[in-house]
RNA sequence: GGGCUCGUGGUGUAGAGGCCUAACAUGCCUCCCUGUCACGGAGGAGAUCGCCGGUUCGAAUCCGGUCGGGCCCGCCA
């Protein structure tokens, strides 16, 4: 019978067993101390008899162990309690030392991240870094929870595709049984037929981009979050349902895991007070940078990473918000699936968190020969292959729909604060990195 | 795709023409130490300074090339 770490101190007294990982040894002559790893945390060991400790010599950190013997309360003690004069049993020996240091913080400035990366296996051992993953697993986890709340159903859509039929980001080609194939850059068209038959849709998977970009925010597999809700009513339903899931599961990412958070130095979380994510549109930003600034921004089509930053700080210092919406991009920056209004603008809207935009939000057109009409007017051919399936939904009655593509790597790193998106990746690809 | 930067023991750094037979911290090895928790103390091993070529009496240091990182822009989540 195993005991976790965590549950010693209910069993004082009592003698235990536990297994798990060297995490540091102190030896002080007549006194040995031995903090054990486990999945729910350290413990610490003891020992006098010098037999016992013996069995460790020349063994590594890592090495994994069974330590049996009685609880003892001891307010010296990390935790309040320690195993007292236990037998041991090597497991899995370690003979050869870390290329890293586990037990210490480890550096993550942009300098250190190659030997971060290539040493991952053994730095994940970190408590610090494995804080970053179990806020990512619960952050995923409260964006299930909140949606399945609200009645979307996940599914789960090809990843291998025939060709690049979406348009955008470049894609990744290979081979398929001599066919070429190619890996999707996002679920928008699985999820948009989806809409035909649950209304409301989610998927976090992983996409994949060819673009040769090599910056702190882009990975060439990331993961996403694509939602996609049926029969809204207008564009600001779907802003508002993206506003309001974000902001419950940063409330609740801050809530259970608040000592993590700031041990980690993450910003503190700044939400509006009535929890409307403040917005401006895209030209309102322009002016508002540009009267600020003095860079003139107001021909671009798009934000500039320079005023993501500004408007972001705008939200936080001036409205008390870490979140922000710029909406209502120019018609040219549209794709051909997306909702174009009657002011030359299309019904789009990127969320903005802390600087970075995490989420594109539009509403897509559902008409029939409007979207055939749009695809031919982006100079696309209607009956390629690669559309059949696709233009079958909305030949069959889809909704108005609208939803996200929301980058969930993002969401992580900025809400610990990170630099680089890859220290939230526990396996990161990029275009230099392939391993491990 | 464009621009700017950085490569020194396992890891993180210092050294910026001769003081370098390359320094410091940490890790590793040996020994001492009964309350450590970044334990402490003594000793030891470990680096052809990314690679190739050039300048120079002399190169870790200057120059060129090359390979490998990082950061920014474009584009995007």
């Known amino acids: 019978m195993r005991t976790l770490a965590r549950e010693i101190t209910e069993q004082v007294g009592q003698t235990v067993t536990v297994r798990g990982w060297i995490h540091k040894k102190r030896l002080l002559g007549g006194l040995t101390f031995i903090n054990i790893r486990d999945r729910s945390g350290l413990v610490q060991a003891t020992f006098e008899n010098k037999d016992e400790v013996e069995k460790l010599r020349g063994l590594q950190i890592g090495t994994v162990l069974a330590v049996t013997g009685e609880v003892f309360e001891e307010p010296r003690a990390p935790g309040g309690a320690e195993l007292r004069n236990p037998t041991l049993i090597v497991e899995v020996p370690v003979t050869e030392p870390p290329a890293i240091e586990i037990d210490k913080p480890i550096d993550h400035r942009p300098d250190s991240l190659d030997t971060l990366f290539e040493h991952r296996v053994l730095n994940i051992r970190n408590l610090q870094e494995q804080k970053i993953f179990k806020i990512r697993a619960s952050l995923t986890r409260y964006i299930r929870e909140f949606l399945h709340e609200n009645e979307f159903v996940e599914i789960d859509t090809p990843k291998l595709l025939p060709g690049a039929t979406e348009g955008g980001a470049e894609v990744f080609k290979l081979d398929y049984f001599g066919k070429t194939a190619t890996l999707a850059q996002s679920p928008q068209f699985y999820k948009q037929i989806m809409v035909?038959?649950?209304?409301?849709?989610?998927?976090?998977g992983h996409s994949y981009r060819a673009e040769p970009s090599a910056t702190t925010r882009h990975l060439t597999e990331l993961t996403m979050l694509d939602i996609e809700m049926g029969f809204v009513e207008s564009h600001d339903e779907v802003l508002d349902m993206v506003a309001d899931m974000t902001q419950a599961v940063l409330k609740r990412a801050y809530e259970e895991h608040g000592a993590d958070l700031r041990s980690l130095n993450a910003p503190e979380l700044k939400l509006p007070e009535d929890g409307k994510v403040p917005r401006f549109t895209i030209n309102e930003i322009h002016e508002m940078y540009t009267k600020a600034t003095n860079n003139d921004t107001t021909n671009e089509k798009d934000l500039t990473p320079d005023e993501e930053r500004w408007i972001a700080e705008h939200a936080r210092k001036k409205l008390g918000s870490d979140l922000v919406y710029a909406?209502?991009?120019?018609?040219?920056?549209?794709?051909?699936?997306?909702?174009?209004?009657d002011d030359g603008t299309v019904a789009w809207g990127d969320l903005l968190y802390r600087g970075l935009e995490i989420a594109t939000v539009p509403l897509r057109e559902n008409n029939y020969e409007k979207m055939i009409e749009q695809m031919r007017s982006a100079g696309l051919d209607v009956d390629d292959d690669g559309f059949k399936h696709y233009l079958q939904a909305f030949k069959y009655g889809l909704p108005q729909h609208g939803g996200c593509g929301f980058g969930v790597d993002r969401l992580v790193q900025k809400t610990i604060g990170l630099n680089n998106v890859k220290e939230a990746t526990l396996f990161p690809r990029d275009i230099n990195r392939l391993t491990p």
């Open 327 to 341: 909406v209502d991009f120019p018609a040219v920056a549209g794709k051909f699936y997306h909702k174009f209004k």
């Open 196 to 204: 035909g038959a649950f209304e409301r849709v989610y998927e976090i």
